[in-house]
């Protein structure tokens, strides 16, 4: 378990957290009642976007993804993927629950798998020496980096290379990090496939001498159609990639209210007067819109590029393709409370037919924690202190 809470990047301590919450003993409030399905919106049903949890299945559940510093490993990390169950939002709170039965869920080294896999954290001027360890795995894979310049051996697409890493095999990749910026990476073995079921990341690569924000956070959206990964765990559905029925969205592998969970979640935890730093990579199939309420921002970094200064402007709505990649920045000037942060396609903020839900989090001021209103929101995100 990480000893800091919020989003991935995040180095707010536990303790910091509970003091600012008031030890969140508020969670136990009177009449604190969080909405579930049947408070007037139509349930999610099975055969929509979830299928609650079964103690028949021997999968074990994914974790938060981790920051891996590869540079403080030698510049050494090897990836596994196994088999998992993927919890987007675990409660019957805000339409839920919302579980994929089964994904393929990267892990780093002996850390837990996660959905998205750990993102790898390295130094421009440095090599990674990737590994893909499928010696337990079932079918075969590859991991494709983009943004970096690599020799064409390591360029992860087994059509084009030749190299493909099958059940029983490992494979180490060297990749060069010599092209600052915030990264994707993923499965390029019947991509259309793999991905769907969960087999991406972020590689982020730090220019040298590179200043961080106050508060510098990794944030990954994605649009599921969760009829692949039921059909992967056994369900009898029909999965047809090319009528994609996007039903469930997520950031960090999250859908809200899960999504504001501290320690489960990706909350977005600033002090007023922080530079904030929040790195997006589009790991679906849509372009989604990404908007943080009462804050302007800058976009300055995109797909590895800096972004000029005379090209900047203030914002607060960035349109994210799939695969790109946008670093923005913002200071938290604003009256401290409570922000969205969301996909203003408004149907992707939904869990099945419960609005609010799906692709959104929130900035979250510490000087706001120790209100009704966020224990109301720890409790629909399912934090118990």
């Known amino acids: 378990m990480s000893n800091y809470v919020g989003a991935p990047g995040s180095t707010v301590s536990r303790r910091e957290f509970l003091a600012a919450t008031g030890s969140v003993g508020a969670l136990g409030l009177a009449g604190c009642a969080a909405p579930t399905n049947g408070d007037g919106n139509a349930a999610v049903g099975a055969d929509e976007t979830t299928v609650s949890q079964t103690s028949e299945s021997s999968l074990p559940y994914t974790s938060p993804p981790e920051v891996v510093q590869v540079d ?10 196994a088999p998992a169950r993927h919890a987007a939002h675990p409660l019957e709170t ?16 002996d850390g837990e798998p996660s959905v998205p896999g750990p993102i790898l954290r390295t130094t421009e001027g440095n090599d990674m020496e990737v590994t893909l360890d499928n010696t337990d795995g079932m079918r075969p894979h590859t991991v494709h ?22 059940p029983g095999e490992k494979h180490t990749y060297t990749i060069p990090a010599n092209v600052p910026g915030t990264h994707l990476y993923h499965c390029h073995y019947q991509t259309h496939r793999h991905i769907e079921m969960g087999m991406y990341g972020i590689l982020r690569v730090d220019p040298e001498g590179y200043e961080p924000a106050d508060r510098e956070y990794f944030m ?14 056994g369900e009898n559905v029909a999965y047809d990639p090319r009528n994609r029925k996007p039903d469930v969205f997520t950031v960090n592998g999250k859908s809200a209210p899960r999504t504001l969970h ?3 979640g990706s909350p977005i935890i600033v002090e007023q007067g922080d530079t904030v730093r929040v790195h997006y990579v589009n790991a679906g199939y849509m372009s989604h819109p990404m908007h943080i309420h009462n804050h302007r921002f800058q976009v300055v970094e995109k797909d590895g ?33 409570i922000y969205l942060m969301h996909c203003h396609k408004v149907n992707h903020v939904m869990n099945g037919n419960f609005y609010p839900g799906g692709m959104l989090s929130g900035v979250v001021y510490k000087e706001a924690m120790d209100t009704d209103i966020f224990a109301k929101l720890m409790e629909y995100a399912g934090y118990e202190g």
């Open 220 to 233: 990954t959206v994605r649009d599921w159609d969760s009829r692949l990964p039921r059909q992967m765990a």
């Open 145 to 166: 980096f983009h943004g970096v310049r690599k020799a064409w051996k390591d360029d992860g697409v087994p059509t084009t290379t030749g190299i493909r890493v099958d």
């Open 262 to 264: 501290p320690e489960d």
């Open 72 to 81: 403080e490993q030698g510049g050494q990390v090897t990836l596994k993927s």
């Open 305 to 337: 590029g800096v972004v000029p200064e005379a090209a900047r402007h203030d914002m607060d709505v960035t349109n994210i393709a799939p695969a790109e990649r946008h670093t923005i920045e913002f200071t938290a000037d604003a009256q401290p409370g």
């Open 94 to 109: 805000m339409g839920g629950p919302v579980e994929l039965p089964q994904v393929w869920a990267f892990s780093a080294d």
